[in-house]
T-cell receptor, first 113, second 113 residues
Framework: ETGVTQSPTHLIKTRGQQVTLRCSSQ?????VSWYQQALGQGPQFIFQ???????GRGNFPPRFSGLQFPNYSSELNVNALELDDSALYLC????????????FGSGTRLTVV | AQSVTQPDIHITVSEGASLELRCNYS??????LFWYVQSPGQGLQLLLK??????LVQGIKGFEAEFKRSQSSFNLRKPSVHWSDAAEYFC???????????FGIGTKLQVIP
């Protein structure tokens, strides 16, 4: 069984740019959740996708958007990057919205300069 | 808002000593709760989960946790800590539905010889 794969692992962007982060979910999982983890903090919920539909959203502005594909992989898009967007972005896959717990990827480290 | 709280930011224990990491929750109904572990620069790994039933939950790597409704706690324990247990530990629970899992701020565990 494959785990959760995120790409890229590291990324440096300039303020105002746009970025797309990708996530391949674990085989058999139909739900993907995205989290932002700032340095020294716990992960903060961005949103969840279940069977290609958004299924919950945290307190993040609309410039954070996502997509889930028929194979249940997912993308996180962030427009108009700000310095405070610098963080580790974690993707977590699960079955049926996640009551059984999540399987996390290793994350994408985004630095905005 | 429903949440979990980890009162200890940093804990140091000697190798071979017992460990208890604290987690308090604020939920009206019986919550479902998780403990995750994160090694530096990595994603999170699920250690154990509680939904209902037996209040003592066994997890991976020799960890266990006990759900105590009277104390609103879900503390993580290990009888004998190994140097490889040094990591950051996160307690997590639902916030507004189980699709929106909220993480505590984390407890960083240091293991000394």
């Amino acid at each position: 069984e494959t785990g959760v794969t995120q790409s890229p692992t590291h990324l440096i962007k300039t303020r105002g740019q746009q970025v797309t982060l990708r996530c391949s979910s674990q085989s058999g999982h139909n739900t993907v959740s995205w989290y932002q983890q700032a340095l020294g903090q716990g992960p903060q919920f961005i949103f969840q996708y279940y069977r290609e539909e958004e299924n919950g959203r945290g307190n993040f502005p609309p410039r954070f958007s996502g997509l889930q594909f028929p194979n249940y992989s997912s993308e996180l898009n962030v427009n108009a990057l700000e310095l405070d967007d610098s963080a580790l972005y974690l993707c977590a896959s699960s079955l049926d919205r996640g009551q059984g717990g999540y399987t996390f990827g290793s994350g994408t480290r985004l630095t905005v300069v | 808002a429903q949440s979990v709280t980890q009162p200890d930011i940093h804990i140091t224990v000697s190798e071979g000593a017992s460990l208890e990491l604290r987690c308090n929750y604020s939920y009206g109904a019986t919550p479902y709760l998780f403990w995750y572990v994160q090694s530096p620069g990595q994603g999170l790994q699920l250690l154990l989960k509680y939904f209902s039933g037996d209040t003592l939950v066994q997890g991976i790597k020799g960890f266990e946790a006990e759900f105590k409704r009277s104390q609103s706690s879900f503390n993580l324990r290990k009888p004998s800590v190994h140097w490889s247990d040094a990591a950051e530990y996160f307690c997590a629970g639902p916030s507004g539905g189980y699709q929106k899992v909220t993480f505590g701020i984390g407890t960083k565990l240091q293991v000394i010889p």
